[in-house]
């Protein structure tokens, strides 16, 4: 069983956004049979509730007493310094096994914390949209849209990270991927409007933008006002939204889907509800009200996907007003931005990460002596034979004296793939200068399981890793063995040449 540690806040200043987006693939990770813990500190607006209402562990830290201020621009969210949250997450896992999977969603984190928090677990993925910090990771996920979105994670990442990049991966409940299977046909004409701008909406966004509605006066549509459980204006927005005529107001709703799925124009913030308005063609206006969220705002508008007025602070209620009065009069440009969204977000980014985090437990371990009959055996399968450039089967005897010889040759290694404990199969690489050659092949009955791709980049990183004069590695492939070009195509190796052969004699 695969164990997973989250490592996330909520509060009034932070939001609730990180915790609900690690909360949908916390589930979706217990549904694969994966162990989960949350490890989150105890800031007003934590979200305690709904993460212990959920199937997964909550280890509590205390309330901070005190602000700290670090080099982090959002070191004042975590209210202690990166070591005295590391060494306290680490006392509160202490009782537990080493982690399959550490997986942070914060901003207050970066390398130092990451790395101190090494001996806890045995992979560490980042979640991130700020690319303004150094990470210690083995995944990065940043599922915002951005214009130069590798560019801006270079130099941050080790060699080896896996970067998981854009809407495809955003982290969606599957309410959204069933709602957008049976989505009504938008015409463009405004009949419901969805005002939501997040769980806490410390700034009265919300409030302002029914301001804007009621300057409008008009009745011929309705108005579905949803505030989070953290909102601290709810008592203002309840007044405001009892002043028009067609609102309905909902708290903390389960429903999300389904809600703005009848609705025709949505209006919010551009954080991870604007990926959930893709999924579902919402056309949106989008006030950023956060700095990280402005990046992905200006791409979703350069697309043509969203009617994107700016940062929160320099929109109005007259703005506000006008932007309204332009997507009431324009059907082709809501149609439009609704089509371009839905070519953004399908509704299974989680089921992307998840994916990638269950095949990712395979680790690599230096071949011993100990593996030379099993490798022997493996080697010598018909399924094995049937794709490998030497068909015939290999006699014990020389396979013993190669085995010997490849075990102390330092221009050869063999990494065993290991998963919960069970060798899975064998990554081998010979090295010649600035070049390393790569073989791989499973364990009888692992074949057609994606542990092909999982030991293609574990191998690449142990290369990366280890011999760092290495530039470029390459595989052989017959031609025939649509498995194995699949597999190498999904770790990131492209097609170089063409070797042409014809057997002459047999």
Known sequence: MLKIIFRCDASI???????????TLANSLHEKGAEVTFVCREHPGHLFDQIESSPHKLLRLPASTSSSEGRLAHALWLGKTQEQ?????????STLSVADWLIVDH??????WETAMRASTKRIMVIDD?????HDCDVLLDQNLHCNMEARYEKLLPVYCKKLLGPKYALLRPEFKAARSNLKVRDGNIKRVVVFFGGSD?????????????????ADFAVDVIVGATNPNQEEVTGLSAQLSEASLYRQISNMAEVMAKADLAIGAGGGTMWERCCLGLPSIVISVASNQQSGCEAM??????LYLGEAGNVDIALLEGALRVALSSSWLLISMGEEGKTLVDGQGVERVT????????????AEPEDCERIFNWRNTEETRRFSLETKPIVFAEHVAWFVKTLENPDRQILIGESDGEAVGVVRFDRNDKRAVISVYLAPGNY?????????????????????????IEATIMARNAQSISAFSTAGFEKKSYTYGKQIRN
């Not at 700020?130 to 150094?134: D, F, K, M, P, V």
């Not at 508008?301 to 969203?306: C, E, F, Q, V």
């Not at 057609?448 to 470029?472: C, F, P, Y």
């Open 13 to 23: 200043q932070i939001g609730s956004g990180h915790v609900m987006r690690c909360l």
């Open 85 to 93: 949250d590391a060494r306290q997450t680490a006392e509160a896992l």
């Open 107 to 112: 901003y207050a984190f970066d390398i130092e």
């Open 130 to 134: 700020l690319a303004n910090r150094a």
């Open 202 to 218: 410390p700034n009265n966004e919300t409030g302002k933008t029914l301001r804007a509605i009621k300057q409008l006066n008009r």
């Open 301 to 306: 508008a350069r697309l043509g996907a969203t």
């Open 355 to 366: 994916k990638r985090l269950i095949t990712s437990s395979i680790m690599l371990r230096r």
């Open 448 to 472: 057609g399981k994606g542990m092909g791709v999982q030991l293609i980049e574990q191998g690449t990183s142990w290369v990366e890793h280890n011999w760092l004069e290495v530039e470029s």
